[in-house]
């Protein structure tokens, strides 16, 4: 009944807190009880999945990013009807953020801006998108040492702060340097600088990263089994054409192996010895290697699922088995088979059952029907009545109803003249599909780059998004439906270790805990806390004893208007009316029996006191992601840097045939220890803006004045830069309006002593940079990037410095803090018009138009007929173009639509 009411509530729009409803069973329950949770949970708590079309490829410093998101339901397969809301990042190379805007999504769809300031730095950015429903799912902990809890207010913030997430949908691509030249697209890339130069460690022998994936999950003794491994570099290099040996203790071959282009492979034990001490040896660059595989468990169930061209076998081999198992496929979260085994496997029907009366094994053959899975990511499940997962194994599904084109454009020419007219064609293969939404991008395919980031909607929404690793060139497996492919695939599908439906939690059998329902408007949600002077008990959500009012003012140019709602449990959660663009937002709170009149007085009297004390503090939650994911190998590598493989992608491989671009030259300086240098520095953050994240994020109990310099710079520096995962301090230096030599040294430690102010600092001028008025922005200097913890960079005495630099205000300029919380709030992003220019006048001599993405269009409007014409004119140069389409229709089917691949 519970997801029958979740799924109301999902209906009804409502955008609040999701009360705790999955406690985690024990004992046993039953196959069938189990299967009907699980069913329940994929309709009532259905997941949702973006995708991002952008204008283009690849971007230099000062150009202007387009995209388009679309978000899907699990369930359905459509344009999600469940979140209005879409976040989108843009992250820099190094993992910091850049900027986080808020888009509306009325119909599932979303489309935005970012612009390339030529204050950033070259290198690989990211994309990250995700609506807040998604952060339900998923959750696990970001890296740390255990003592940095100890800088919050309560475990509890701790927890917030270091919650991260398994999958998120990203996407990277290049950004290269500003032209020197108007027109001159020369690939060089210059990484931000950096002061040290780490040397790489000597060694001899090369460190690889092998693993072992047994076919259901474990070695089952007794049993024949399937394995497979994945075996790469110590970079993420996937390592191809290497031969392994797979030995027992005795060294006896039990199977032989190579890995493929990809660094995957399998091999086959026949019978499998619960004393075998299984072990791979192989040789790489002239050093021998040995690792052993998983630990033969001595009861449990061996997997075995093969597709074939009208069924999906799956062979359930089960060892010491005594109670009833069943098997349960999914897809999307939704159930699509399930059969019950009774005690021993005993069955009858469409089970075929066989005894292995010398080692105990028991054998069920059974037949799924390929009709009753859709195309993508199954996920088959055998489990026993307490919800105890014997095997579970990802197997990829395909009928080909993707095979034929949904959209064709006509039109295209080989090349165009400078500012030629270029008219284009759209026609729906079915004028009878009904088209929900369709993005188009043309674009000068001269300066394209290929990236191994290169997936389509259709490689995302049925592959990609179900696997938590990279998928670099995904399009490969879809090309082409042979025996080498389908290997492919099914070995991909094989070496996944994580999943995005958690059976377990679906089941009940471990709790899952909901935080919000989808976000149906604009929000605003926190905690409000007794203000003790220098006393505030943060240990629980609130400290309140009595509920109180809090009260939110948001003022945008001339217009202000203000909410106010009541605490439960000491804390809020508001609806808010739409708000488009920047605004001013003041959070305050009082007693319940004080009106308006006594908010507007407090608001005339000591609003603007930064010294002194609000009655109440009241506190947002912070629910974004704070932390990057380190990048794979192939994601910011170019596939020119990479002798090309036997069976590479042919998309991708074709993609550079018959064209020549600049070569791409990294640049960045390697000579040792430099010269601090300012122009570049890895993070600039408003001051009040990072005051407001110290405080919201539990780092900060008082108002700003009363934190010292070295207090500031500490917890500046925790917020960006963390405490690298490891048990040591890292230097941290302090610099006051970038003065030369003037650096304040102090390693950073909780509870660290206030330094006393610098001799060469007088106590007037040191008294400035304690007020939020007078401080305008933090500068942050560091050779850590976070992409790279645990590097070898960062190890023994590699230890990278941290300078935060604290800026006033230009000319003694005076903006006044307040007393309460004030935030620069962001609205939705408004978007811009793309600037498609009318050629239809021949330009004057001498014009001059260096556009790379000639036209894009968020939305194109069809007729009844299926048909769409859009025309457009070309830059100042002779052209070939790229043209590029993604659109979903009702009913669920992907578009994709590409004239160079």
């Not at 290697?289 to 359930?316: H, N, R």
Request: hydrophobic share 35%; net charge negative; with cysteine.
């Amino acid at each position: 009944m519970k997801y029958v009411f979740l799924a109301w509530v999902l209906m009804c729009g409502l955008g609040g807190p999701l009360p705790m409803h999955g406690q985690g069973t024990a004992g046993f329950e039953g196959t069938d009880s189990l299967y009907r949770k699980v069913e329940g949970f994929g309709v009532g708590l259905p997941q949702e999945k973006v995708y991002l079309h952008l204008d283009n490829t690849c971007y230099f410093l000062g150009d202007t990013l387009w995209y388009k998101g679309y978000v899907m339901r699990s369930d359905r397969g459509t344009l999600t009807d469940l979140s209005k809301i879409l976040y989108v990042e843009l992250l820099t190379p190094d993992g910091y953020s850049v900027e986080r805007q808020q888009l509306e999504m009325e119909d599932g769809t979303a489309h935005g801006m970012f612009v390339l300031k030529d204050t950033l730095y070259a290198g690989y950015y990211e994309l990250r998108a995700y609506t807040r429903w998604m952060l339900n799912f998923g959750q696990c902990e970001y890296p740390h040492v255990r003592i940095s809890e100890d800088l919050f207010y309560s475990k509890k913030m701790a927890k917030e702060f270091f919650r991260d997430y398994e999958k998120l949908y990203s996407r990277v691509f290049p950004v290269y340097d500003k032209p020197e030249e108007a027109g001159d697209f020369v690939k060089d890339m210059t990484l931000r600088p950096m002061r040290r130069y780490y040397k790489t460690p000597k060694k001899k022998k090369p460190e690889v990263d092998l693993r072992f994936y047994p076919e259901g999950g474990n070695l089952v003794a007794g049993t024949a089994c399937r394995v497979a491994l994945e075996l790469n570099g110590e970079d993420g290099q996937h390592l191809g054409g290497m031969e392994l040996s797979v030995r027992d203790k005795d060294g006896k071959v039990a199977a032989v192996c190579r890995t493929d282009e990809r660094g995957r492979t399998t091999f086959r034990l026949p019978d499998v010895s619960e004393d075998a001490d299984y072990r791979a040896t192989f040789i790489y660059k002239g050093y021998g290697y040995e690792e052993e595989l998983p630990e033969v468990e001595k009861e449990g169930c061996a997997l075995a699922v093969t597709v074939g061209d009208s069924v999906v076998e799956a062979v359930v081999q089960a060892v010491g088995v005594d109670s009833p198992i069943a098997v349960h496929v999914m897809s999307g979260g939704v159930s699509r088979f399930y059969r019950s085994l009774p005690v021993y496997l005993l069955s009858s029907g469409g089970v075929d059952v066989a005894d292995g009366a010398a080692s105990g094994c028991r054998t069920c053959r059974m037949a799924i029907p390929l009709d009753s899975l859709p195309t993508g990511v199954n996920q088959l499940t055998v489990f026993d009545g307490k919800g105890r997962i014997y095997a579970d194994r990802l197997f990829f599904v395909n009928h080909h109803d993707y095979d034929a084109p949904r959209l064709a454009v006509s039109g295209i020419c080989q090349s165009y003249e400078p500012f030629d007219s270029i008219t284009l064609h759209l026609q729906l293969a079915d004028p009878a599909d009904s088209l929900s939404s369709l993005s188009l991008a043309v674009r000068d395919r001269e300066t394209e780059e290929d990236t191994y980031d290169n997936g389509t909607i259709l490689t995302e929404m049925l592959l990609a998004s179900e696997i938590k690793g990279f998928v670099e060139n995904p399009g490969y497996y879809f090309e082409s439906d042979d025996s080498l492919h389908r290997q492919a695939l099914d070995r991909l599908m094989m070496v996944q270790g994580w999943r995005r439906y958690k059976w377990c939690e679906m089941a009940d059998v471990e709790r899952f805990a909901p935080a919000w329902l989808p976000e149906k408007f604009q929000t605003i949600g926190g905690c409000v806390n007794r203000s003790e002077r220098q006393n505030i008990d943060f240990k629980k959500i609130s400290n309140l004893k009595k509920e109180v009012n809090v009260w939110a003012m948001f003022t945008q140019g001339p217009e202000t208007f203000e909410l106010k709602q009541q605490t439960k449990d000491g804390s809020f959660y508001m609806p808010m009316p739409k708000i488009y663009g920047d605004c001013m937002m003041f959070l305050s709170a009082a007693k319940l029996k004080k009106g308006t009149d006594y908010i507007r007085k407090m608001r005339q009297k000591g609003f603007t006191d930064e010294e002194a004390w609000p009655d109440y503090y009241v506190k947002l939650d912070l629910f974004h992601p704070h932390f990057a994911h380190p990048y794979s190998f192939y994601q910011d590598m170019s596939p020119r840097d990479l002798e090309p493989f036997a069976h590479e992608d042919s998309l991708v491989r074709g993609a550079f045939d018959g064209r020549v671009l600049p070569s791409v030259t990294v640049r960045t300086r390697r000579n040792g220890l430099r010269r601090y240098d300012p122009a570049k520095p890895a993070v600039v953050i408003d001051a009040y803006d990072a005051y407001n994240m110290m405080a919201d994020y539990g780092l900060a109990d008082v108002p700003f004045y009363y934190l010292s310099s070295p207090a500031v710079s500490t917890l500046v520096s925790f917020l960006f830069v963390g405490d690298m995962n490891k048990y040591r301090d890292y230097f941290l230096r302090t610099t006051f309006n970038a003065w030369p030599n003037r650096l304040w040294d102090k390693p950073v430690m909780p509870g660290t002593p206030t330094h006393p102010v610098p001799d060469w600092l007088s106590r007037g001028e040191f008294e400035k940079f304690r007020s939020l008025s007078l401080l305008e922005r933090f500068y942050i200097y560091t050779d850590y990037v976070p992409r790279e913890m645990g590097s070898w960079k960062y190890r023994q005495d590699n230890q990278p410095e941290v300078i935060v630099g604290m800026q006033l205000r230009p000319n003694g300029e005076y903006f006044p803090s307040c007393r309460d919380r004030r935030y620069l709030w962001h609205g939705y992003a408004v978007c811009d018009d793309f600037y498609s220019p009318d050629y239809s006048r021949r330009p004057l001599p001498g014009t001059e138009d260096y556009r790379r993405t000639l036209l894009w269009m968020p939305e194109v409007k069809f007729d009844a007929k299926g048909s769409a014409t859009v025309r457009l004119y070309n830059n100042s140069k002779r052209t070939t173009v790229s043209v590029e389409a993604v659109g979903v229709t009702d009913s669920g089917r992907y578009m994709q639509y590409n004239n160079v691949r």
